[in-house]
């Protein structure tokens, strides 16, 4: 139901959007979340957006230079990530839920394939 599209390749401080596109009528009533996983490392929240686009959120380490959006009208909700760092190099994932204000994978019940973003110094 989700399909996670846009990643690649993107030297330090460059750009790249992700987007996340769902399917069905029920995409636009729920929250869609980014997650993250590093190799070797345990998948994290990076942000989220509610239904309606009113509310987002991020962690700190994304805050100020990553940015969710949402269209319903076209059942997309994108990722936009400036300033990457190489830290940010992980595969990512968009995610669902009809929770609200939820972080952890457990409380997300429809999850994109992933789409890796490499971050090359």
């Known amino acids: 139901q989700l399909q996670a599209s846009g990643g690649g390749l993107v030297q330090v401080g460059g750009s790249l959007r992700l987007s996340c596109a769902g399917s069905g009528r029920a995409f636009s009533s729920y929250a869609v979340a980014w997650f993250r996983q590093a190799p070797g490392k345990e998948r994290e929240f990076i942000g989220s957006?509610?239904?309606?686009?009113?509310?987002?959120e991020y962690v700190d380490s994304v805050k100020g230079r990553f940015t969710i959006a949402r269209d319903n009208a076209k059942n997309t909700v994108t990722l936009q990530m400036n300033s990457l760092k190489p830290e940010d190099t992980a595969v990512y994932y968009c995610?669902?839920?009809?929770?609200?204000?939820?972080?952890?994978?457990?409380?997300?019940?429809?999850w994109g394939q992933g789409t890796l973003v490499t971050v090359s110094s």
């Open positions: 957006i509610s239904w309606n686009g009113f509310t987002t």
């Open positions: 995610a669902s839920t009809f929770l609200r204000d939820k972080r952890l994978p457990s409380d997300y019940a429809y």
